[in-house]
């Protein structure tokens, strides 16, 4: 079961239903296919994941090129 919420569309102002976990994401409408905010002042799950994701790929890549200096510091 999946919990949805009802918002309009910004763009065509149509009712439209949104998952409650895109809250926060950008959703398209269905009616005019505009993309927009869901519920703006949420922050979107999705989006706190790709950037967790992110950074972790940032702290990788920034210990591999400390770990690149320290060898060629040893050299
Ligand atoms: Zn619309």
């Not at 993309?35 to 940032?58: I, K, M, Y």
């Amino acid at each position: 079961m999946s919990i949805k919420f009802t918002q309009s569309c910004p763009i065509c102002g149509r009712r439209i239903d949104v998952r409650a976990s895109l809250l926060g994401c950008t959703v398209a409408c269905q009616h005019c296919g505009a993309e927009f905010t869901a519920n703006a002042n949420q922050s979107c799950p999705a989006g706190r994941e790709h950037s967790d994701e992110l950074l972790a790929r940032v702290e990788k890549a920034l210990r591999r090129a400390e770990a690149a200096a320290a060898v060629e510091a040893e050299v």
